[in-house]
T-cell receptor
């Protein structure tokens, strides 16, 4: 079965320090991977995606993600965290089981990022 | 601006009552989705629709119903059979043409509570 795991419920980092939010996946075939951010009482906002090509993907708000096929990971990174980055982050993988493209995503449980001044 | 509009933002349901959550998109997206979000459980798929007049059950469809009479609209009804409806409901849409690389776009959610 296809799945996504975010092993950390919460990540704490000081402002200005680099941050990493971890994600591992399990799929059959090539993975299509996405990161989203959610602020309180808001919907999810798309940050970046990996489809193919370079293993380092750049996205919105200075975020980037590193795809590692051998470790089946897609960790979200930012070189210098801001207090305003504090939010809930979701990793997702395209559900490619079955016939046709349904556009369905399988989401991880989410990781709360807390950036302290 | 193009986007997804969910209404109302807050909704209260009495015991035994059906309520309908609205979701409208002007992105000309093919597919639409409804998710339920509970604390610590991530997003769970309720229903999805790839085309007008067709929809499929997701992982937790019991107690819910949907319709897709127009491409732009995908309302969700929470029926009285849903015994624990208190949650944050999110609607999303996506393009299907061109492959698996298109992200889903989300509305700002409806928070449903029981009176």
């Amino acid at each position: 079965a296809q799945s996504v795991a975010q092993p950390e419920d919460q990540v704490n980092v000081a402002e200005g320090n680099p941050l990493t939010v971890k994600c591992t996946y399990s799929v059959s075939g090539n993975p299509y991977l996405f990161w989203y951010v959610q602020y309180p009482n808001r919907g999810l906002q798309f940050l970046l995606k990996y489809i193919t090509g370079d293993n380092l993907v750049k996205g919105s708000y200075g975020f980037e993600a590193e795809f590692n096929k051998s470790q089946t990971s897609f960790h979200l990174k930012k070189p210098s965290a801001l207090v305003s980055d504090s939010a809930l982050y979701f990793c997702a993988v395209r559900d490619t089981q079955g016939s046709g493209n349904t556009g369905k995503l399988i989401f991880g449980q989410g990781t709360t990022l807390q950036v302290k001044p | 601006d193009g986007g997804i509009t969910q209404s109302p933002k807050y909704l209260f349901r009495k015991e035994g009552q059906n309520v309908t959550l609205s979701c409208e998109q002007n992105l000309n997206h093919d597919a639409m989705y409804w998710y339920r979000q509970d604390p610590g459980q991530g997003l769970r798929l309720i229903y999805y629709s790839q085309i007008v007049n067709d929809f499929q059950k997701g992982d937790i469809a019991e107690g819910y119903s949907v319709s897709r009479e127009k491409k732009e609209s995908f309302p969700l009804t929470v029926t009285s059979a849903q015994k624990n409806p208190t949650a944050f409901y999110l609607c999303a849409s996506s393009i299907l043409a061109g492959g698996n690389d298109q992200p889903q776009h989300f509305g700002d959610g409806t928070r449903l509570s029981i009176l």
